[in-house]
């Protein structure tokens, strides 16, 4: 029987064991030197949008306008008139304006109930951050100002705590999951160095995977979660995939054979499980190129890296680092518990009555997850605010949330970029006075409305506070009518005006993700479909394959949308309901659990077909699969449920949505779905899961046995991809 490519790959690195190893490390090295002399270019603001908001940030852009950071310090407390409040108002200006970091310190704005007063100027741009000194002056005006609340918010504090949150979550996430990984993997192996193989190598693939991207970053600007994004990948995949491998590995050394014999029979079941599931999950991750978001295109690349430098070394370098080792890769074995012979375990016990009744089981189960799902009709997506995606309890978000009821659309107000042939003429004047005149008698519009002049460039920024809470009805509606009736009247008649702003942004965004997301769901489930198609060579598994999918993902989104959504049991994981989720997030959980998914479902049914090949029945061969895997499957799910888990526990909303999301898909995925809705289904299809129908009787043939094994049902052509 002709080898598979897995098989052959593997063949060549146990050979050239030195050769493998050696070229791993340099390919490592390299990776990580290149990849930290080009540096990684992240997306400017105007790259992140679509729309209108794109083209104003554009316009910003190529003219080489740097919209400085605004600050706004907000005293509240007491009458605006009253002794102590005007004590911290001019204590807080005169604080601010000694420092030197400041310009264009404006006048006080005083709130209409007449008990919050805003002081707001402009951060100088100086070579030393300046912030910090402002800091500690506002500090000092609330240190000596104990009746009265102070407070601080901006885009240069804002982006301060971004900063902080995202350096210190990354770097948690590091040094939590990796042990978090080595443990789990040490109770699986029960031997220490096995347990750090598979996580030294997902770890240097993900450092390869960092330097190449940032390489290629050049040419395709990415966003700076997309390393955190990577990481939770790489860290996921790579483990899962050294995981199969050597377990199976272990396992043939269990039942006698020599050392040659298992790392062969490995590297032609596991590790052709592995190559299906790595390109299946590539492919997949493609599709997010369809979106048209430059975000989505650079989530694309980072993930493709990663997971084809996990599957590479997983198939090449573990292979000879196996050969190598030997019987000692057992080293540093660990005395643990164990099932003892002839005990079901609880796969096998809960596999029993499903098998024998099948229909039953796949009711009940799917109702669950359709019970699950059903929370996700009602999804709402939009980009977080300032206050939905910090912690309430932090101070800035506790700022904004006062600033914003005390000035509605004060803190991030829409923002008219306006580009004329002569930003001073007369009739541009007289056109900003007339905006700003019909925004405050449209009642959907507050004062202060202020304009930022770049005489240079011929440019004005025109900052408009909107009616409502910032992204309710009221507010959407008062956009509407900046974007449709104001502008047009007004600035749009002496030159180009696009509105941009937090909420022009975010409805935007949406818009072009709706118009993006059919493309990349109809692309994600007809590659999977082929994909299972081609190497199953059986209609009814790549249909399954899909339906399984979508239920799972629906679950999760159902899930999702009542917890962050809802508020329900959002205690639980330690936040707040923000009402909506992050725009980004379903369609990116979408793509990736239509990839993860298949780690299990191509390594279980692999199993299944194995042992039908070799004559069992098909409700024989689905017990026997199951109960083969159960052990790596949830060791494997058991690490991605930890390592997004993590994500789950970190400060920003939008990682705590795709780490619960992906955890729970996980967690799904490998009980309900492969240890209950998968058996049930295949034992009532019987033997027409493996039908093909003689149109499609051409497809690519490959063995799921062993290497040498006659199967009932021997391959006629070798499967070249796999």
């Given at each position: 029987?002709?080898?598979?490519?897995?098989?052959?790959?593997?063949?060549?690195?146990?050979?050239?064991?030195?050769?493998?190893?050696?070229?791993?490390?340099?390919?490592?090295?390299?990776?990580?030197?290149?990849?930290?002399?080009?540096?990684?270019?992240?997306?400017?603001?105007?790259?992140?949008?679509?729309?209108?908001?794109?083209?104003?940030?554009?316009?910003?852009?190529?003219?080489?306008?740097?919209?400085?950071?605004?600050?706004?310090?907000?005293?509240?407390?007491?009458?605006?008139?009253?002794?102590?409040?005007?004590?911290?108002?001019?204590?807080?200006?005169?604080?601010?304006?000694?420092?030197?970091?400041?310009?264009?310190?404006?006048?006080?704005?005083?709130?209409?109930?007449?008990?919050?007063?805003?002081?707001?100027?402009?951060?100088?741009?100086?070579?030393?951050?300046?912030?910090?000194?402002?800091?500690?002056?506002?500090?000092?005006?609330?240190?000596?100002?104990?009746?009265?609340?102070?407070?601080?918010?901006?885009?240069?504090?804002?982006?301060?705590?971004?900063?902080?949150?995202?350096?210190?979550?990354?770097?948690?996430?590091?040094?939590?999951?990796?042990?978090?990984?080595?443990?789990?993997?040490?109770?699986?192996?029960?031997?220490?160095?096995?347990?750090?193989?598979?996580?030294?190598?997902?770890?240097?693939?993900?450092?390869?995977?960092?330097?190449?991207?940032?390489?290629?970053?050049?040419?395709?600007?990415?966003?700076?979660?997309?390393?955190?994004?990577?990481?939770?990948?790489?860290?996921?995949?790579?483990?899962?995939?050294?995981?199969?491998?050597?377990?199976?590995?272990?396992?043939?050394?269990?039942?006698?054979?020599?050392?040659?014999?298992?790392?062969?029979?490995?590297?032609?079941?596991?590790?052709?499980?592995?190559?299906?599931?790595?390109?299946?999950?590539?492919?997949?991750?493609?599709?997010?190129?369809?979106?048209?978001?430059?975000?989505?295109?650079?989530?694309?690349?980072?993930?493709?890296?990663?997971?084809?430098?996990?599957?590479?070394?997983?198939?090449?370098?573990?292979?000879?680092?196996?050969?190598?080792?030997?019987?000692?890769?057992?080293?540093?074995?660990?005395?643990?518990?164990?099932?003892?012979?002839?005990?079901?375990?609880?796969?096998?016990?809960?596999?029993?009555?499903?098998?024998?009744?099948?229909?039953?089981?796949?009711?009940?189960?799917?109702?669950?997850?359709?019970?699950?799902?059903?929370?996700?009709?009602?999804?709402?997506?939009?980009?977080?605010?300032?206050?939905?995606?910090?912690?309430?309890?932090?101070?800035?978000?506790?700022?904004?949330?006062?600033?914003?009821?005390?000035?509605?659309?004060?803190?991030?107000?829409?923002?008219?970029?306006?580009?004329?042939?002569?930003?001073?003429?007369?009739?541009?004047?007289?056109?900003?006075?007339?905006?700003?005149?019909?925004?405050?008698?449209?009642?959907e519009m507050n004062e202060p409305i202020d304009v930022t002049v770049h005489d240079r460039a011929n440019i004005a920024e025109i900052e408009v506070p909107l009616a409502g809470k910032g992204a309710d009805a009221a507010s959407k509606h008062a956009l509407e009518t900046l974007r449709e009736r104001i502008v047009p009247r007004t600035v749009g008649t002496v030159g180009e005006a696009p509105v941009t702003g937090q909420l022009a942004w975010s409805l935007d965004y949406n818009d072009r993700l709706k118009a993006g997301t059919a493309p990349v769901f109809l692309f994600v489930m007809g590659v999977t479909f082929l994909l299972m198609l081609i190497f199953f060579r059986s209609l009814l598994i790549a249909v399954t394959a899909i339906v399984l999918n979508l239920l799972s993902v629906g679950a999760a989104y159902g899930v999702m949308v009542a917890v962050f959504q809802h508020g329900w049991g959002d205690s639980l994981v330690g936040t707040t309901g923000a009402g909506a989720l992050e725009s980004w997030i379903p369609l990116f959980v979408l793509v990736v659990l239509f990839g993860l998914s298949m780690d299990y479902h191509v390594f279980v049914v692999s199993r299944i077909r194995e042992a039908h090949d070799r004559g069992l029945d098909t409700t024989g061969a689905v017990s026997e699969g199951v109960r083969a895997t159960a052990g790596v499957v949830t060791s494997a799910a058991v690490i991605m449920i930890a390592t997004f888990g993590i994500f789950g526990t970190?400060?920003?909303?939008?990682?705590?949505?795709?780490?619960?999301?992906?955890?729970?898909?996980?967690?799904?995925?490998?009980?309900?779905?492969?240890?209950?809705?998968?058996?049930?289904?295949?034992?009532?299809?019987?033997?027409?899961?493996?039908?093909?129908?003689?149109?499609?009787?051409?497809?690519?043939?490959?063995?799921?046995?062993?290497?040498?094994?006659?199967?009932?049902?021997?391959?006629?052509?070798?499967?070249?991809?796999?």
């Amino acid at each position: 029987m002709k080898r598979n490519l897995a098989a052959a790959l593997g063949g060549w690195s146990a050979r050239h064991r030195m050769t493998a190893i050696l070229g791993w490390l340099l390919f490592v090295v390299l990776a990580s030197v290149l990849g930290g002399a080009a540096g990684q270019v992240t997306m400017a603001d105007h790259e992140q949008g679509t729309g209108q908001s794109a083209r104003a940030g554009q316009i910003l852009a190529e003219a080489g306008v740097e919209d400085p950071d605004h600050e706004t310090v907000l005293v509240s407390g007491a009458p605006a008139a009253s002794p102590e409040m005007r004590r911290a108002v001019a204590d807080v200006r005169a604080n601010v304006q000694a420092t030197g970091k400041i310009t264009e310190l404006r006048r006080d704005v005083v709130a209409e109930d007449g008990r919050n007063v805003i002081v707001q100027f402009t951060v100088r741009e100086l070579p030393d951050d300046p912030l910090p000194a402002i800091l500690d002056a506002v500090a000092e005006a609330k240190k000596d100002n104990p009746s009265v609340r102070i407070g601080q918010f901006g885009g240069a504090t804002a982006d301060a705590w971004f900063d902080d949150a995202l350096g210190s979550d990354f770097a948690r996430a590091e040094m939590t999951a990796l042990p978090l990984a080595l443990g789990i993997l040490l109770v699986a192996f029960g031997a220490l160095l096995a347990a750090v193989l598979p996580v030294v190598l997902a770890f240097t693939a993900f450092l390869a995977a960092t330097g190449v991207l940032a390489v290629a970053s050049h040419a395709l600007h990415v966003d700076q979660t997309t390393n955190s994004v990577m990481l939770l990948m790489g860290l996921a995949v790579g483990v899962d995939y050294c995981l199969f491998y050597l377990q199976r590995e272990r396992e043939e050394r269990r039942r006698g054979r020599d050392r040659e014999s298992a790392l062969a029979i490995a590297a032609a079941t596991s590790g052709r499980s592995v190559l299906v599931s790595g390109i299946t999950v590539m492919v997949a991750m493609s599709g997010m190129f369809l979106s048209g978001l430059l975000l989505f295109k650079g989530f694309a690349i980072a993930t493709i890296l990663v997971v084809c430098i996990a599957m590479l070394g997983s198939v090449t370098v573990l292979p000879a680092l196996l050969s190598l080792l030997g019987d000692k890769v057992d080293f540093g074995r660990v005395r643990l518990p164990r099932r003892r012979a002839g005990r079901a375990g609880v796969v096998g016990t809960l596999l029993r009555p499903v098998l024998a009744r099948p229909g039953v089981a796949a009711l009940l189960s799917a109702g669950l997850l359709l019970a699950l799902a059903a929370p996700a009709l009602g999804m709402k997506t939009e980009r977080l605010r300032i206050d939905q995606l910090i912690p309430p309890g932090e101070e800035i978000a506790q700022t904004y949330t006062r600033l914003n009821e005390a000035f509605p659309g004060n803190p991030e107000p829409a923002v008219v970029v306006l580009k004329a042939r002569d930003i001073n003429a007369p009739q541009v004047g007289a056109a900003v006075a007339e905006l700003k005149r019909q925004a405050v008698a449209s009642g959907e519009m507050n004062e202060p409305i202020d304009v930022t002049v770049h005489d240079r460039a011929n440019i004005a920024e025109i900052e408009v506070p909107l009616a409502g809470k910032g992204a309710d009805a009221a507010s959407k509606h008062a956009l509407e009518t900046l974007r449709e009736r104001i502008v047009p009247r007004t600035v749009g008649t002496v030159g180009e005006a696009p509105v941009t702003g937090q909420l022009a942004w975010s409805l935007d965004y949406n818009d072009r993700l709706k118009a993006g997301t059919a493309p990349v769901f109809l692309f994600v489930m007809g590659v999977t479909f082929l994909l299972m198609l081609i190497f199953f060579r059986s209609l009814l598994i790549a249909v399954t394959a899909i339906v399984l999918n979508l239920l799972s993902v629906g679950a999760a989104y159902g899930v999702m949308v009542a917890v962050f959504q809802h508020g329900w049991g959002d205690s639980l994981v330690g936040t707040t309901g923000a009402g909506a989720l992050e725009s980004w997030i379903p369609l990116f959980v979408l793509v990736v659990l239509f990839g993860l998914s298949m780690d299990y479902h191509v390594f279980v049914v692999s199993r299944i077909r194995e042992a039908h090949d070799r004559g069992l029945d098909t409700t024989g061969a689905v017990s026997e699969g199951v109960r083969a895997t159960a052990g790596v499957v949830t060791s494997a799910a058991v690490i991605m449920i930890a390592t997004f888990g993590i994500f789950g526990t970190l400060s920003m909303q939008d990682f705590k949505q795709l780490g619960v999301g992906l955890a729970v898909a996980v967690l799904i995925d490998a009980t309900i779905v492969r240890v209950v809705l998968l058996p049930a289904v295949m034992a009532l299809l019987g033997r027409a899961n493996w039908y093909l129908p003689r149109w499609l009787d051409w497809l690519p043939s490959a063995s799921h046995g062993e290497p040498g094994r006659e199967t009932r049902e021997p391959a006629r052509n070798p499967l070249t991809l796999a």
